[in-house]
């Protein structure tokens, strides 16, 4: 058992090591096109399924936490060192779950959707208003010499840490508390667990990341502005690819990221109209044929075989 | 009876709009005694006990665990100061193995276990409560008594002072219910307080040292269970009812 | 004055397309993301009917409503039945039918973007002053109101003067005692699932003569419809109509005095104050 353990996380840590090295190959814009995308949809929706897996709360507040994310480093960059500004996104992210979670969370799954699919748009018409009223411009500029190459590393490291933190929860009370909770919340209550609490700490959790992204990828906008840092597609995006790849695993949404991002970038360079019909499908690919997404299928297929050369 | 109170119900009452589930109830539980709470359908005990687990405030009244006033409490911090309960229909955790089922109940309750020392507790309890099945197998792969055993573990395995049972005989076949009663039998002789729901008559004469009988919401004797069995006023308030 | 009557007139309309999502997730249970879109369909039809061929938009009505009735029958029978025959517990369903629904808004948008592009669409029909109490307002929004209205007073006469308005409020209430006294539960929550979803196209035809829309706008409408419906108690009608008398006011309140830009941000402060201070709704009756 531990011995396994230890292969894994070599194998893992040489696979991260590896996509390291993605940005050393030469003449490389058209893959790091991609690739930046992918990674920080990947971080995006395994960060998501930390919390959303479990309990089943359906989030739309991605965008919420991104924009927060990309805002507190478009207008703090003259001000704050960079790292200052990374932890600061992470506090005003997590801060904002908190807020969302502790109004939302202790009523039923349906509120927490249509709060959390508003927040972003609440947000992003009061950023509006405030600029158009009080500091005359619509968006700020974001002048830094980061390449493309240092955010597709940062994003990278991102997600070597919600994996490292995804594991340590899987393997604590915390995620033990969360899983009970996901399969009946009386019974939790009942042996104990403090709920509210249990479900706020991983908003939370999911929130922070959702605005170092946000941070993260704002230089790459050069112009932040609110229609963008806050677009709800983002929020959905993040749903649809992380259910698509299956939740009810770490490395599950993954394995919906990286063929749905593709597919996105070839639909909207040869067909930009149809993306949004091309979501609408997933969504209902995920609903009717694999609920448990691709990773639920691969485990049943994996299983299957097994049998077969067990009998 | 000259042995200290566990569980104390004072004037406890709980409305539904204008409904009475629970009109003015008062009763004792003392320890390592097996007290059945027993009535007509509707009569308002699975109330009674979701007042007593904290699953719903009371309208009024207090129910006290030892020294502790716990009738304002959250579920939580009720089940943590050691009241653990099982559900009249069966509540299994689906995606959780049989072993994950009942270690729920021991890592935030009463007695907070973890590590290899739970995973012992956990193994114990199931052989404890006579599952054999596979712990690592899935809570579907269990029949309907074992589903109730392995809630039964669950319950127990916080270690609680109090446990509440409802109707965790109901809808055993004859023999399942034989081994049903012994064990619960067999708690009651390990020295666990239990407060339980039942309708099986057989199981109430032969686990029960006392009895609390409600009708309509309200207490309408109280006492040894022979005595509280051949009372008036209990006899009336079954008959007309089918359910013995 | 001005903006008490505005915000009447739209609150008027915005009780129309609550109560189409009301009727579907009380009788039906299912919480209808793709209720905005059946808004926009309708808002298309009356600007068809009105540049195609001149004529009132309200002729549009005619054959809306009968299409979105089918068109939503469908829906219901189709896609969503499955899942409410799969689904082990409410919770599963809930968040099967929030995906799925949210699958059939993308797919309608899709579909309406690639039938009549990205553009914005208006058109002026009736937009002469009409002076009341003292002001002028436009006749289109006065219009528009008055039919919502009496749209409203009829659904109002059929869930509860009607047999079949009996069924309805017997399978919202349980549907399993409903099933036991012999209502075909299926077919009546199809029925009125299908007539919430008309009711919505409905309301689009109306918004249709006053509003610039476009194909992406359903999800806007979607929003306020729900937050209208969760602040009256789900399934309150009553409820339903004062919260979006209220919205309305609210939003022309902030339009006006604040920012048009901030209407929404509007509707989602009632809506959390709601969520806050009462979350079962203005009139519900607490469990307690
Ligand atoms: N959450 C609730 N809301 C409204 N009424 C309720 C609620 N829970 C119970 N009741 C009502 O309270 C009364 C007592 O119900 P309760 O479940 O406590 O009875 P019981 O004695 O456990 O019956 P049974 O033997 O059938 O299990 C019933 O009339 C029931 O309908
Ligand atoms: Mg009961």
């Known amino acids: ?311 | 009876m000259n042995k200290p109170t566990v569980l104390e119900v004072r004037n406890l009452t709980r409305r539904f709009g204008g409904l009475v589930a629970v009109n003015n109830i008062s009763f004792d539980v003392h320890e390592h005694e097996v007290v059945g709470l027993i009535g007509p359908n509707g009569s308002g005990k699975t109330t009674t006990m979701n007042l007593i687990s904290g699953a719903l405030p009371p309208s009024s009244g207090e129910i006290w665990l030892g020294d502790t006033c716990i009738s304002r409490l959250p579920a939580r911090r009720i089940a943590r100061s050691g009241v653990a309960r099982t559900f009249q229909l069966v509540r299994m955790l689906p995606s959780l193995s049989i072993l994950e089922n009942v270690k729920a109940g021991a890592v935030f309750g009463h007695q907070q276990l973890w590590g290899s020392e739970l995973d012992h507790h956990a193994r114990r309890l199931l052989e404890r409560v006579g599952v054999m099945h596979d712990p690592d197998a899935p809570t579907s792969s269990l029949t309907y008594i074992d589903q109730k055993r392995v809630e039964l573990a669950r319950a127990l395995a916080s270690n609680p002072r109090v446990l509440l049972l409802d109707e965790w005989l109901a809808g055993l076949n004859p023999t399942e219910l034989q081994q049903g009663i012994e064990l619960i039998a067999d708690l009651r002789d390990e020295g666990r307080t239990i407060l339980l729901v039942e309708h099986v008559m057989d199981a109430i004469r032969s686990l029960c040292d006392r009895c609390v009988v409600m009708s309509s919401g309200s207490k309408i004797s109280e006492g040894g269970t022979e005595d509280v069995l051949s009372d008036a006023a209990v006899i009336e308030a079954y008959l007309g009812k089918d359910d013995e | 004055m001005v903006i008490l009557l505005t915000g009447l007139f739209l609150g008027g309309i915005y009780a129309l397309i609550a109560m189409g999502l009301s009727l579907q997730y009380g009788v039906a249970r299912i919480m209808n993301l793709a209720s905005g879109e059946m808004l926009v369909a309708g808002a298309f039809a009356g600007f068809w009917v009105y540049t195609a061929f001149s004529v009132s938009p309200y002729v549009a009505l005619f054959f809306v409503v009968p299409l979105a009735f089918a068109f939503n029958w469908l829906i219901y029978n189709w896609l969503l039945l499955p899942l409410v025959r799969r689904a082990k517990n409410r919770g599963q369903l809930e968040v099967d039918s929030i995906l799925a629904t949210f699958g059939m808004s993308f797919v309608l948008v899709g579909v309406m973007l690639m039938a009549f592009g990205g553009s914005y669409f208006s058109y002026s029909w009736l937009a002469r002053p009409i002076e009341l109490l003292g002001s002028n307002y436009s006749q289109n929004r006065v219009l528009a109101f008055a039919v919502a209205a009496v749209i409203c007073g009829g659904l109002y006469l059929l869930i509860n003067r009607t047999r079949l308005g009996l069924s309805i409020r017997a399978v919202a209430v349980d549907p399993r005692a409903a099933g036991l006294v012999a209502i075909d539960v299926k077919k009546v929550a199809a029925l009125t699932f299908a007539l919430g979803g008309a009711v919505a196209a409905a309301g689009g035809t109306l918004l249709s003569t006053f509003l610039t829309f476009d194909a992406s706008i359903g999800v806007v409408f979607t929003i306020k419809a729900l937050v209208i419906v969760i602040m009256g108690g789900v399934g309150d009608i009553r409820g339903a109509i004062v919260a979006a008398l209220a919205l309305g006011l609210a939003e022309t309140l902030v339009a006006t005095l604040l920012d048009p830009g901030l209407t929404l941000a509007a509707a989602y402060l009632l809506f959390i104050l709601i969520l806050l201070f009462r979350p079962q709704g203005l009139f519900g009756r607490s469990a307690l």
């Open chain 1, 1 to 311: 058992m531990k011995q396994q353990e230890l292969i894994r996380l070599v194998l893992v840590a040489l696979v991260f090591g590896l996509l390291a090295l993605l940005p050393l190959i030469p003449a490389n814009d058209r893959l790091m096109a991609l690739a930046v995308p992918i990674a920080m949809y990947a971080v995006l929706a395994t960060s998501w399924s930390l919390f959303s897996g479990p309990t089943h709360y359906i989030s739309l507040a991605t965008a919420a936490f991104y924009g927060v994310g990309a805002y507190t480093l478009a207008n703090g960059l003259e001000v704050f060192s960079y790292p200052l500004l990374l932890l600061m996104a992470a506090l005003l992210g997590g801060g904002l779950a908190a807020l969302v979670g502790m109004t939302t969370l202790r009523l039923s799954g349906v509120y927490f959707v249509i709060f959390t699919l508003g927040l972003a748009e609440l947000i992003r018409q009061l950023v509006t208003w405030y600029q158009n009223n009080f500091t005359g411009s619509r968006g700020s500029y974001v002048f830094t010499d980061i390449t493309e190459a240092q955010i597709y590393w940062q994003l990278l490291g991102l997600l070597a840490l919600v994996f490292l933190l995804g594991w340590l929860i899987n393997r604590s009370r915390l995620g033990f508390a969360i899983r009970i909770i996901g399969n009946d919340e009386l019974v939790a209550r009942h042996s104990g667990i403090n709920t509210a609490r249990t479900k706020v700490l991983l908003f939370i959790l999911s929130g922070a990341f959702a605005a170092v992204v946000g941070a993260v990828m704002a230089p790459r906008f050069v112009y932040v502005e609110p229609s963008m840092a806050f677009s709800p597609q983002l929020s959905f995006m993040v749903v649809v690819m992380a259910l698509l790849g299956g939740v009810h695993r770490l490395w599950g949404p993954l394995l919906g990221v990286v063929p749905f991002a593709i597919v996105w970038e070839l639909i909207a360079a040869n067909f930009p109209g149809q993306t949004v019909l091309f979501m609408g499908l997933a969504f209902l690919v995920v609903v009717y044929f694999i609920p448990q997404g691709v990773a639920g299928v691969l485990e049943q297929q994996l299983h299957k075989i097994r049998q077969r050369r067990g009998g």
